[in-house]
């Protein structure tokens, strides 16, 4: 497994991005993947990851670097990659890479899709931070989310602000321009 860092947003290997992207996430809780590509190239804290088995794409990894944790916004595999251990090394090389707590907003497990997500999370370490946290919540109505974390986090409170402030905002400022 490689996890290779795209710093253009004209990389080849991004070619099977937009598909995955679309497929793996709700339209509530994605922009069109022409800004989501635009935004490698504005956003120095954002760390678009492509993941790769032998050569070959298998899945993508967001991940903002804020002031005291790291933001998994996206993390998506091929349905062809999943449960084979992939995404598994992907959690553990992105903690390796910082020893900031590690971000991550899920669907609560309602359907089965996303109780399998959850369980995902738990068999790697992470823990429920807050389930329906009030600040994010409030943000995004239509899509509630848990916020899980790698580690405990300080003041949850703050960093449910720092990602409406850091990544929210400049996700939809992107959509204006």
């Known amino acids: 497994m490689e996890l290779i860092r795209i710093t253009g947003s004209h990389d080849p ?10 497929s793996a996430f709700p339209a509530v809780a994605r922009i069109p993947s022409k800004k989501l590509l635009q ?9 678009f990851n492509v993941i790769t088995v032998k050569g070959k794409f298998c ?10 944790f790291r933001y998994l916004e996206y993390f998506a595999m091929l349905p062809h990659c999943r449960c084979q251990g992939i995404g598994t090394e992907v959690l553990g090389e992105l903690c390796r890479q ?6 991550a907003e899920v669907e609560p497990p ?3 899709i996303q109780r ?19 600040i994010l919540n409030g943000f995004h109505k239509d899509n509630p989310l848990w916020l899980v974390a790698s580690q405990s986090l300080v003041d949850s409170d ?16 992107s959509l204006n321009t």
């Not at 290997?13 to 679309?22: D, K, N, R, T």
């Not at 899945?59 to 005291?68: E, H, Q």
């Not at 910082?98 to 971000?103: D, E, L, R, T």
């Not at 703050?158 to 400022?173: A, F, G, N, P």
Request: charged share 25%; with cysteine; hydrophobic share 40%.
């Open 98 to 103: 910082s020893s900031q707590p590690i971000v």
């Open 39 to 47: 935004l490698i190239d504005k956003e120095p804290q954002m760390a």
């Open 59 to 68: 899945g993508m990894a967001i991940v903002w670097d804020l002031n005291k």
């Open 116 to 134: 399998r997500r959850i369980a995902f999370y738990f068999r790697n370490g992470f823990h429920v931070d807050s389930q329906y946290p009030p």
């Open 158 to 173: 703050d960093c449910q602000r720092e990602i409406i402030r850091s990544v929210y905002s400049k996700v939809l400022y």
């Open 13 to 22: 290997l991004l070619s099977g991005v937009p598909a995955l992207y679309e």
């Open 110 to 112: 309602e359907t089965d």
